[in-house]
């Protein structure tokens, strides 16, 4: 049972553009999300988080959206630079867990296009 | 460089056998996390140590299993293998217990193919 779900494995923009990822989760006892980027042969780095008490939470080009009442999150990218190809995983935790961890979804590959 | 560093980075190995898979996790972090990607699917958590005590369990099986050492160093054994198990393994490190703070920082990861 997919608690964290990308739908969209893959995402294609043209450079510039905005990139909106997409991310889903089912227990309700999440209320703190991460995104992490992945480039080929490297492990995952953070990228971004949100808690639920926020709404929307910015840092530069990375904007994350949050609507807990649709569990529902996404990733907007703008613009969107080459560089930015990459697998992106959301991730969600309850806060405070204190014994547990991160689950991930499956990923969305991001290609942006010059 | 996440300060993570997992070897070896690649493994080729025959059903049946048993390798083992070694975590350094950055300074001064005291948990380890273990992490499996197969082939189209996500990060899946097998197992966590904190300080050299077990602290959670994820889908890892049976014949699977790790410790963490009083240096902190973190080895995931994976015996009888099957070619099921071929896989990218892992390994997370955090300088708290839970996963409170939110961030992992992740190694390289050991691409292991069980032919």
């Known amino acids: 049972d997919q608690q964290v779900k990308q739908n969209s494995p893959s995402l294609s923009v043209q450079e510039g553009r905005i990139s909106i990822l997409n991310c889903d989760y089912t227990?309700?006892?999440?209320?703190?999300f991460l995104w992490y980027k992945k480039y080929p042969a490297e492990g995952p780095t953070f990228l971004i988080s949100?808690?639920?008490?926020?709404d929307k939470n910015e840092d530069g080009r990375f904007t994350v959206f949050l609507n807990k009442s649709a569990k529902h999150l996404s990733l907007h990218i703008v613009p969107s630079q080459p560089g930015d190809s990459a697998v992106y995983f959301c991730?969600?935790?309850?806060?405070?867990?204190?014994?547990?961890?991160?689950?991930f979804g499956k990923g969305t590959r991001l290609s942006v296009i010059a | 460089d996440s300060g993570v560093t997992q070897t070896p980075k690649h493994l080729i190995t025959a059903t049946g056998q048993r390798v083992t898979l070694r975590c350094s996790p950055r300074?001064?972090?005291?948990?380890v996390y273990w992490y499996q990607q197969s082939l189209d699917q996500g990060l899946q958590f097998l197992i966590q140590y904190y300080n050299g005590e077990e602290r959670a369990k994820g889908n890892i099986l049976e014949r699977f299993s790790a410790q963490q050492f009083p240096d902190l160093h973190s080895e995931l054994n994976l015996s009888s293998l099957e070619l099921g198990d071929s896989a990218l393994y892992f390994c997370a490190s955090s300088s708290s217990a839970g996963s409170d703070t939110g961030e992992l920082f992740f190694g390289e990861g050991s691409r292991l193919t069980v032919l």
């Open positions: 300074s001064g972090d005291l948990s």
């Open positions: 227990n309700s006892m999440f209320d703190y």
């Open positions: 991730a969600a935790s309850p806060w405070n867990s204190g014994n547990t961890p991160l689950v």
């Open positions: 949100i808690s639920s008490i926020k």
